[in-house]
């Protein structure tokens, strides 16, 4: 680990110590953190995928990992697991805290892998209700007919074609890490295959099924710093 994250651990204690509010300590370290993955207990840690998108709830799930009893267990669960802060933070709050450049590495997560999971998860709910219209129940083949629908071609195929690209061995099974950037790759290779509108409708989509299943997560569900980043950029794009 270098010096600096030591140090920001540290740092990270001794604000606690002197009855900061944790979670807004954790954002300042996570503001000066610097490796973008490590292996820690047996476990590897990648905070920035494709070098471009910051994963921040990893980061605070390994920062969590250091506070041991000084965090309330219910607050960490809710963070970590429903994405829900133990104190709310306006957009401008959890941007200043986590630092510029930070902040828009992770609207680059939020979008390039979050959102365009939803994505898939829309389609896919969308393919099997016109099935069942149809009387056809069985969902053999669904989550490629949705990926041919969005990607143009099937999963098996675009997965062969990232790992080829990247030189990765073509294995059976597949890593979190290596399904992030491949999310993240898919993400980009939607914007290069279809046109700004298709893009912008698909975007609307997958936001509109990510808060349906933020609603059904929690009632009633306390806005996140997670929704007022995502609501903050969908205004400007």
């Known amino acids: 680990m270098p ?19 944790w979670y807004v300590a954790m954002l300042e370290t996570i503001r000066l ?32 990992e250091e506070l041991d009893d ?5 607050e960490r669960i809710n963070l970590l697991f429903f994405g829900i802060p133990p104190i709310e933070l306006s957009k401008d709050e959890f941007k200043h805290l986590i630092g510029t450049t930070k902040y828009q590495t992770y609207l680059n997560y ?5 959102v365009e999971k939803f994505l898939i998860l829309a389609v896919t709910e969308e393919i099997r209700k016109k099935r069942r219209v149809l009387g056809l129940n069985n969902d053999n083949g669904i989550v490629d ?4 629908h969005i990607y143009g071609d099937n999963q098996f195929a675009l997965l062969k074609q990232f790992r080829k690209e990247r030189h990765y061995p073509q294995l ?26 298709c893009v912008a409708s698909d975007t609307k989509k997958a936001l509109t099924k990510l808060h349906e299943v933020l609603a059904l997560k929690a009632k009633p569900l306390r806005r996140s710093a997670l929704e007022g980043c995502e609501l903050s950029a969908t205004s400007r794009r």
């Open 3 to 21: 010096t600096r994250d030591t140090q920001a651990i540290q740092g990270l204690r001794n604000s606690i110590a002197e009855d900061k509010h």
């Open 33 to 64: 953190w610097r490796s973008p993955e490590e292996d820690y207990n047996g476990r590897h840690y990648c905070y920035l995928i494709d070098n471009e998108a910051f994963d921040w709830l990893i980061l605070a799930e390994r920062l969590c």
């Open 70 to 74: 000084l965090i309330p267990e219910n």
């Open 110 to 114: 939020f979008y390039g892998i979050l």
């Open 145 to 148: 007919e949705a990926y041919q």
């Open 172 to 197: 059976r099974s597949i890593s979190l890490t290596e399904l992030n950037e491949f999310t993240y790759w898919l993400f980009k290779y939607r914007i290069k295959i279809h046109d700004k509108s």
